[in-house]
T-cell receptor
Framework: DAGVTQSPTHLIKTRGQQVTLRCSPI?????VSWYQQVLGQGPQFIFQ???????GRGNFPDRFSARQFPNYSSELNVNALLLGDSALYLCASSAAGANVLTFGAGSRLTVL | SQQGEEDPQALSIQEGENATMNCSYKTSINNLQWYRQNSGRGLVHLIL?????REKHSGRLRVTLDTSKKSSSLLITASRAADTASYFC?????????????FGTGTRLQVTL
């Protein structure tokens, strides 16, 4: 079975642009979460979606948004990019009510 | 924000030695997990310990949890070069279908031959 897949793996944007990151969860997992990991720090929770509904939101500005599709895949959108948005964006999926997350390899965003 | 801190921030040992890393957290928890991350890639789940457990083993891994001190430790015995990675503790907050992990700052482990 394929694990959690994320695309793109790397991307470079300039300040003020917008970016969309994509994630496909493990088959059968209905929950998708997004985390931001700045270099040298631990991941920080951005969003969690379950059955297309937002179940949790971290302390991030409204420039960050996400959605989940009927096939449980998900997109993370970041508008008006800032230099500080440069980070590894990790997607994770889990079965309903599960404590353990399975992470994808991440999308590394560089904002110039 | 980060849940807490891990120490040491970096640890360098030789193959065959044991590695111990510690994690402190701030709030009450349902469970605590440890994850490994190789070279800035995705995280891999290692072990989960529930708040009513004090110690748990999985292969070469041993985790302890002291809820009175809000701390946990991860012991890797007989380390191998392949154990070189960053290790993160994460506290779990699961309520129904809502699930969130709060990660620590991580320990970078270097195992040399």
């Amino acid at each position: 079975d394929a694990g959690v897949t994320q695309s793109p793996t790397h991307l470079i944007k300039t300040r003020g642009q917008q970016v969309t990151l994509r994630c496909s969860p493990i088959s059968g997992h209905k929950s998708v979460s997004w985390y931001q990991q700045v270099l040298g720090q631990g991941p920080q929770f951005i969003f969690q979606y379950y059955e297309k509904e937002e179940r949790g939101r971290g302390n991030f500005p409204d420039r960050f948004s996400a959605r989940q599709f009927p096939n449980y895949s998900s997109e993370l959108n970041v508008n008006a990019l800032l230099l500080g948005d440069s980070a590894l964006y990790l997607c994770a999926s889990s079965a309903a009510g599960a404590n353990v997350l399975t992470f994808g390899a991440g999308s590394r965003l560089t904002v110039l | 924000s980060q849940q807490g801190e891990e120490d040491p921030q970096a640890l360098s040992i030789q193959e065959g030695e044991n590695a111990t890393m510690n994690c402190s957290y701030k709030t009450s928890i349902n469970n605590l997990q440890w994850y490994r991350q190789n070279s800035g890639r995705g995280l891999v789940h290692l072990i989960l310990i529930r708040s009513n457990e004090r110690e748990k083993h999985s292969g070469r891994l041993r985790v302890t949890l002291d809820t009175s001190k809000k701390s946990s430790s991860l012991l890797i015995t007989a380390s191998r070069a392949a154990d070189t990675a960053s290790y993160f503790c994460a506290t779990g907050d699961t309520t129904g279908t809502a699930s969130k992990l709060t990660f620590g700052t991580g320990t970078r482990l270097q195992v040399t031959l």
